[in-house]
């Protein structure tokens, strides 16, 4: 019962580069969200695709980009990592977009040197 | 549009005191509310949610919160601390309908350390 895996669960970047977050999940939610957590912030929500083929911009998307591949899976792109985009990076997944309580994956910790 | 106030970055129990964690928020429609609790190096985990009917609602491990209108507030409580609760716990608003329908609002979350 694996429900929402990232991978991978760390990553060291140099700034620049380039890297995709994967997401999956096994419960056939039809919504899936990218947020990250930064200390004293709370989760800021980056992108949300509320049904598979559509995708929208949440609160801070600024550098990032996404792909809903299938039901499944869910990925989020930074095209050229910047020392500010080190963060905890979750993806949740949720049964419908009204509301539904979300389910988390363990997390992916980035640092960009 | 929605918003979440959490009072108090770090709140310290001792082992079988009362926990009560705070929530406040700004929601222009009835809002839905939820309570998430975080383990070191883990996701978030829902603790339970408010969306319509009975105010005082239950979750898992022991925890219950209360929907007050009138105070536009949240909390979170449980009768006895233990050992396990020490955790970050997050609250979150979301309104069911207008323009940021279904999005989730965070607070900052409260970090409980839990003494023995």
């Known amino acids: 019962n694996a429900g929402v895996t990232q991978t991978p669960k760390f990553q060291v970047l140099k700034t620049g580069q380039s890297m995709t977050l994967q997401c999956a999940q096994d419960?056939?939610?039809?919504?899936m969200y990218w947020y990250r957590q930064d200390p004293g912030m709370g989760l800021r929500l980056i992108y949300y695709?509320?049904?598979?083929?559509?995708?929208d911009k949440g609160e801070v998307p600024n550098g990032y980009n996404v792909s809903r591949l299938n039901k499944r899976e869910f990925s989020l792109r930074l095209e050229s990592a910047a020392p500010s985009q080190t963060s905890v990076y979750f993806c949740?997944?949720?049964?419908?977009?009204?509301?539904?309580?979300?389910?988390f994956g363990d997390g992916t910790r980035l640092s960009i040197l | 549009a929605q918003s979440v106030t959490q009072l108090g970055s770090h709140v310290s129990v001792s082992e079988g005191a009362l926990v009560l964690l705070r929530c406040n928020y700004s929601?222009?429609?009835?809002?839905?509310l939820f309570w998430y609790v975080q383990y070191p190096n883990q996701g978030l985990q829902l603790l339970l949610k408010y969306t319509t009917g009975a105010t005082l609602v239950k979750g898992i491990n022991g925890f219950e919160a209360e929907f007050k209108k009138s105070e536009t507030s949240f909390h979170l409580t449980k009768p006895s601390a233990h050992m396990s609760d020490a955790a970050e716990y997050f609250c979150?608003?979301?309104?069911?309908?207008?323009?940021?329908?279904?999005?989730?609002?965070f607070g900052k979350g409260t970090k409980l350390s839990v003494k023995p």
């Open positions: 929601s222009s429609v009835p809002p839905y």
């Open positions: 949740a997944s949720s049964e419908s977009y009204s509301n539904q309580p979300q389910h």
């Open positions: 695709s509320a049904s598979e083929g559509t995708t």
């Open positions: 419960m056939n939610h039809n919504s």
């Open positions: 979150a608003v979301s309104a069911p309908y207008g323009g940021s329908q279904g999005n989730l609002i």
